[in-house]
Structure formats: structure tokens, C-alpha cells
């Protein structure tokens, strides 16, 4: 079996016309090392980020119908960040079929981050030209399926007193509050307790080694009982 015919066997998609699939691998250094033009991926790379684009935004928002924009914006960065595209390169080995200039070789090209993520993202709009929009979000959707499987959107908020605050301030003219319930141990080592409430309302308590942790460990609480309610 040839490389390239490997390569479609772990993608899970056969090429129509392999030579989408070649011009995917071929990175613009080709093109500087020969100084002439010479067809490379950055016109597919184009192409294939709006197409991922779409499939997650699509697949995000039927998945997850209680998070708001700013939410699913968020999620859908991380998803398609240039470390989370380099990583999928290389679980499908991209890097070892990518065509590159001599200079680029040698310099580590093969598995710089950048080269890899252009290339799934090149790979994405390959098969969205081969097989269509179907074929090609079927590939995405299977290829981001682990990383779906472990997705909660909650997970990693970085602020999710503002992410609280954000959601209220769709909705009502009051913002959050915070209270603290308690604070004990000993000054190297002390446990705080706080109530988010909205409008008098308790929300949710958090625990955490500062107020501000504990304010913070609230509204995340706060974030998930809200989502349970919309979902249930």
C-alpha cells in the first residue's frame, strides 16, 4: 500500500482526486525554494477554516443548546487553536507526508506546530472540494469525537464571575452578588466560603483558599445549576 493510500485509510476518506490530497501536504516553502510559483495548501488552508469553522460551530450548537454565544465562541477557539490542530496532524501523521523545501526540513519543519495545524486545516477543505461539505464534516466529526466525548463547556471558564455576570445581564437589570459566609484555619492556611445571589436570591456557595477563589468557585457552581436547569 502507498503512503498516500495509508494516509486515507487513517482519515477514513478516499480521494477522488489524490491530487487535492497532494497539493494539502505541500507547504508554501516549495514555492520560496524553487522561486517560481508553484501550487501549495494555503489556498486549501483558507478554505478548510471556514469549513471546520462551520461543522463545530454546527455540531457546538446543537450539543450544547444552553450555552450563549460568548460561550460557544470560546469553546470553538480552543477546539481550533493552532496547538489542538497540530495535535490532530499528528495523530494522523500528517507530518511525515507533507512536502517541504529542503531549508524548511532541516529546520524542523516537519513538526513545527504552525506547519501541522495549516495542514489538517488544508486536509479540511481537500475533502470539503473532493466530497462535499457531508464528507467533509463527517470527517471532522469523527476526528473530534474524543475531544467532544470529554467537552463540558464549563470546564475551564477563566472568569466565571463574569461569565455569570454576562449571562444575567441578558436577562435582568441586577447584577450577581457575593457574600461571604465563613473564613477559618490558621493565617498560612485559610478556607473561605462564599454565596453567589441574584436579586436576593441564593444561587450556589463555593470554597477556596482566598475570597476571591471562593467568589470564583461559586459563580462556577452557580454556571452549572443554571445549565441543568435550561437542559432539564
Known amino acids: 500500500m502507498s503512503a498516500l493510500a495509508e494516509l486515507q485509510a487513517r482519515l477514513g476518506y478516499f480521494?477522488?482526486?489524490e491530487n487535492l490530497l497532494r497539493l494539502a501536504l505541500t507547504h508554501p516553502s516549495i514555492a520560496h525554494e524553487q522561486?517560481?510559483?508553484q501550487p501549495h495548501n494555503q489556498r486549501l488552508e483558507f478554505l478548510g477554516d471556514s469549513v471546520l469553522g462551520l461543522a463545530l460551530s454546527r455540531e457546538l450548537y446543537e450539543k450544547f443548546p444552553e450555552a450563549d454565544e460568548g460561550l460557544l465562541t470560546k469553546t470553538r477557539a480552543k477546539l481550533v487553536n493552532a496547538?489542538?490542530?497540530?495535535?490532530?496532524?499528528?495523530a494522523l501523521n500528517l507530518g511525515a507526508q507533507l512536502v517541504l523545501s529542503r531549508g524548511?526540513?532541516?529546520?524542523?519543519?516537519r513538526d513545527r506546530a504552525s506547519a501541522l495545524a495549516d495542514s489538517?486545516?488544508?486536509?479540511?477543505?481537500?475533502?470539503?472540494?473532493d466530497g462535499g461539505f457531508e464528507a467533509a464534516r463527517e470527517f471532522i466529526l469523527r476526528d473530534f469525537a474524543a475531544d467532544f466525548s470529554e467537552l463540558d463547556l464549563l470546564t475551564g471558564i477563566?472568569?466565571?464571575?463574569?461569565?455569570?455576570?454576562?449571562?444575567?445581564?441578558s436577562k435582568s437589570p441586577v447584577a450577581p452578588s457575593y457574600q461571604l459566609i465563613s473564613a477559618d484555619g490558621p493565617d498560612h492556611d485559610r478556607r473561605f466560603e462564599c454565596a453567589v445571589l441574584h436579586?436576593?436570591?441564593?444561587?450556589?456557595?463555593?470554597?477556596g483558599k482566598s475570597k476571591k477563589a471562593a467568589e470564583s468557585t461559586a459563580a462556577l457552581a452557580a454556571l452549572k445549576i443554571l445549565r441543568e436547569k435550561v437542559t432539564s
Not at 496547538?83 to 499528528?90: E, I, N
Not at 524548511?104 to 519543519?109: L, R
Not at 477563566?158 to 445581564?169: M, T
Open 83 to 90: 496547538m489542538s490542530l497540530a495535535a490532530h496532524s499528528r
Open 15 to 17: 480521494f477522488r482526486d
Open 199 to 207: 436579586d436576593g436570591v441564593e444561587l450556589a456557595r463555593g470554597h
Open 35 to 37: 522561486n517560481q510559483p
Open 120 to 129: 489538517f486545516e488544508s486536509l479540511v477543505g481537500a475533502i470539503f472540494l
Open 158 to 169: 477563566e472568569n466565571p464571575k463574569g461569565e455569570l455576570q454576562e449571562l444575567f445581564q
Open 104 to 109: 524548511e526540513e532541516n529546520t524542523g519543519g
